[in-house]
């Protein structure tokens, strides 16, 4: 049977994609890597025009559950997130399909960058897009574990790559993540001015709210 994004499950189309994406801030992150052993952390880096990525730790065995993608800015969506990557949360991308017409993603992605954000700590469902880097340190600060991107193939065909969120039992190991990748993100934010995390989840989206009625 012919596969029409096989094109995309290529290494060459995955380099190409970091090479892109690189100096949109996925150097400013930490990359998660599945192996035999399980996974690994490591951290990329663009040396002399080549893409490094070099090893930060190894969390072994563990699940790492898919909360969203990291990708290049999506010019329907009629808002600019900073010339950076974006973050699409799960239940963002999973309307689309409905949303053929982008009418309630461009409603969501208008929000106040404040609202959107406080929809991390009211639920799992990522009902929201936004700047990469905001979004990282509001997981960090409301869920209290370690976003990692995952360098695989199952979003080249959308121009990003998945982002994961997995429960590291070492509280140690966690800790040390949590600290290198706050540090990474920081820096970011303080030269390109993002939105600060939100101190409470009063608000968000009520994803339950909307019906199907809202996608017509």
Not at 185 to 209: F, M, N, Y
Request: hydrophobic share 50%.
């Amino acid at each position: 049977m012919h596969d029409p994004d096989a094109i995309y499950r290529r290494p060459a189309a995955r380099l190409a994609l970091l090479e892109r994406l690189a100096p949109l801030g996925l150097a400013r992150v930490l990359v998660g890597i599945r192996g035999a052993q399980g996974a690994s952390v490591k951290r990329l880096r663009v040396a002399s025009g080549t893409i490094e990525l070099s090893p930060v730790a190894v969390l072994g065995a563990t699940e790492l559950p898919v909360i969203g993608r990291v990708g290049l800015p999506d010019p329907e969506l009629g808002v600019a997130l900073g010339g950076t990557l974006s973050f699409y949360g799960n239940w963002f991308d999973q309307i689309a399909a409905l949303d053929r017409g982008y009418r309630l993603r461009r409603n969501i992605a208008a929000l106040a960058p404040e609202r959107l954000l406080e929809q991390i700590g009211r639920d799992d469902r990522y009902a929201l897009v936004a700047e990469f880097s905001a979004a990282f340190r509001t997981i960090l600060a409301l869920k209290g574990r370690v976003p990692l991107v995952c360098v695989d193939d199952r979003c080249l065909a959308q121009m990003s790559f998945p982002v994961v969120l997995p429960a590291i039992a070492d509280e140690g190991l966690a800790a040390r993540l949590a600290g290198v990748l706050g540090i990474m993100l920081k820096t970011g934010a303080a030269a390109q001015g993002t939105a600060p995390v939100p101190r409470s989840v009063a608000s968000g989206i009520d994803v339950e709210e909307l019906d199907g009625d809202a996608l017509r």
